[in-house]
């Protein structure tokens, strides 16, 4: 095993251990804590799937964006004044059983399929790359989100401060 | 079988896919069940971008993969607000016992 298999294997560990304990728990500060590991693992994954920027973008917009986000939503929809902020479960075992008979026959269809593999030549550095293909080829959808995240934002906001008429 | 090929990153990513739809399936809590969806979301990037490193098709997966990123970030945005006008109109937000449009 080469540094490579290595550092895979510990990501791939830190990500489903992590997602494992997010969805168990029944804490839920401690899910969104354990969401933090998840997010990290999947950017070690883009690092070593050689998309360096997008793992940069992972950590910003995900760990410093949306998890934060969600912990205000936490903190913003439970009395504070218990310590243990707490979920109910509702259909574990025919849940357990539905995912898991999921879970096997994509594991199966992943494992069992010819994939049809041709190992790219990976640039040092992709910014460049991913850059001018977004102001040439996907210069339409760019634009498109940067107009729905305006949109959705501002709706946000909107309807997070409707006061009761 | 140690040496790290597509199918590692695919089971890696169907995996999280199942942890995934297990926390929206069982838990409460609204925000959990957003919690779930941004895990399938990942798991979703993660393919992406591994079909853009072993298929040969550019630098359009990674591409794909930020894009989704930022429609997780006004997702969660907007499901916050939602949550948010819930728990004002509710005073939880356990979405088992949320059953009607309005008071």
């Given at each position: 095993m080469n540094y490579y298999e290595i550092l895979f294997y510990l990501f791939a560990i830190i990500t489903l251990v992590s997602a494992g304990f997010v969805v168990t728990t029944r804490n839920v500060i401690y899910s969104a804590f354990f969401l933090l590991f998840t997010f990290f693992g999947v950017a070690g994954i883009y690092v070593l799937l050689a998309a360096d920027f997008l793992a940069v973008v992972q950590i910003m917009v995900y760990v410093g964006g949306i998890l934060i986000l969600l912990l205000f939503g936490v903190m913003l929809t439970n009395?504070?004044?218990?310590?243990d902020i707490r979920t109910g479960t509702a259909n574990l075992l025919p849940a357990s059983i539905a995912v898991g008979l999921m879970m096997g026959a994509m594991v199966s269809a992943m494992l069992f399929t010819s994939w049809r593999v041709q190992d790219t030549q990976v640039p040092d550095t992709t910014i460049k790359q991913l850059g001018s293909l977004l102001i040439t080829d996907y210069i339409l959808i760019f634009e498109l989100l940067g107009m729905l995240l305006l949109i959705a934002l501002i709706g946000a906001a909107s309807i997070a401060r409707r006061d009761k008429e | 079988m140690f040496q790290v090929s597509l199918q590692h990153f695919l089971v890696l990513s169907a995996i999280l896919f199942s942890l995934g739809i297990y926390g929206i399936v069982t838990r409460k809590n609204a925000v959990m069940v957003l919690m779930g969806i941004e895990l399938i979301l990942n798991s979703a990037n993660i393919n992406f971008v591994a079909f853009a490193k072993f298929g040969n098709f550019g630098f359009s997966g990674q591409i794909i993969a930020l894009f989704v990123i930022v429609l997780a970030a006004a997702e969660a945005a907007i499901a916050l607000a939602i949550v948010l006008n819930i728990y004002k109109t509710f005073?939880?937000?356990n979405i088992d016992e949320i059953d009607n449009l309005k008071e």
């Open positions: 009395k504070i004044t218990n310590v | 005073i939880n937000v």
